[in-house]
């Protein structure tokens, strides 16, 4: 009987887990659950959240990889262990940053990822093993072409409209519905009464529909979201000397052609078709990884 191994993708909002008994494609148990990640929710939230999840794919794992956004550093990634150790005693544990679940996801040793969810970060790896990384710094830092990158540079296209004295346009008009703000003095007062970046991430896709459409002004918010997303990918690739494949992988990325074709156009302007959009969720990437830690 092959060994059972289980997938971790903990993301900034939620936590995806698949459990595999198999060495192909089926799996035994698929589990959505809040996020168990250490920067969002603590040691306490990440360890509730992780141990629904142990309860719930039950016991014989005999090896877990996590891929976590914000496992930056060996003592973020030792705090994550460590918890993951005591819900999975005996397992073999490894816990990587979510871009290198990506890659495993694509069926890719060596390769470039760029992933726009609510934040954004690139990530490659040549064939020699050596590896770099570009943005991925937090919202307060840096961020920008992700989802929260987003909707904040639509908040800012209404107070210029404003101070301008101009009539709201279609995207301001949109986003004072969708948060029931009079004018964008009331929607600014929203913006800072509740930053958290999932909050506000989640109107990203009203932004990007409105472009698919023409608006003019979301359209000069999603350009500039490419600018950002293809000058991440493109200095990954420079650093490792790298020629593709790219993934794209990311919420805003799988989901909205007009962002995805313009950062592909950015990269790769003679043949944009050479950069792949990941067609299955990462944390299958991470069931694969899990699985390499117990091969003979």
């Not at 913006?191 to 109107?203: N, S, T, V």
């Not at 592909?264 to 990462?282: C, G, M, N, Y």
Request: net charge negative.
């Amino acid at each position: 009987m092959t060994p059972a191994v289980l997938g971790l993708h903990i993301g900034g909002s939620k936590t995806h887990a698949v459990r595999s008994d198999d060495s192909g494609e089926g799996t035994g148990v698929e589990i959505t659950e809040a996020s168990a990640n250490l920067s969002s929710v603590g040691h306490q939230g990440a360890d509730a959240v992780l141990r629904r999840i142990a309860s719930s794919v039950g016991t014989g794992v005999e090896a877990v990889c996590a891929g976590a956004a914000g496992a930056d550093t060996p003592a973020s990634r030792a705090v994550l262990s460590a918890l993951l150790t005591e819900h999975f005693p005996g397992a073999k544990i490894d816990v990587v940053h979510d871009t290198r679940i990506v890659l495993a996801a694509a069926g890719l040793d060596a390769g470039a990822v760029v992933v726009a969810g609510t934040g954004s970060v690139a990530w490659g790896r040549n064939a020699d093993g050596r590896e770099a990384r570009s943005g991925g710094y937090g919202y307060l830092l840096g961020d920008e072409g992700g989802a929260y990158s987003v909707v904040r540079d639509a908040v800012r296209e209404s107070l210029r409209e404003y101070y301008a004295g101009l009539e709201p346009g279609t995207l301001v008009q949109s986003l004072m519905a969708a948060t029931a703000s009079a004018d964008a003095l009331q929607l600014m007062d929203s913006f800072y009464a509740k930053p958290e970046p999932d909050h506000w991430a989640g109107l990203a896709p009203l932004v990007l529909e409105l472009a698919a459409e023409g608006d003019p002004a979301a359209l000069r918010i999603q350009a500039e979201a490419a600018h950002h997303l293809a000058a991440l990918a493109r200095q990954v690739l420079g650093e490792l000397g790298l020629e593709l494949p790219l993934v794209m992988a990311g919420s805003l990325l799988v989901n909205h052609n007009g962002l995805s074709s313009a950062v592909a156009r950015k990269v790769a302007l003679e043949d944009p078709s050479s950069i792949r959009i990941l067609t299955q969720p990462p944390v299958h990437g991470a069931v694969e990884l899990a699985r390499q830690l117990i091969l003979p």
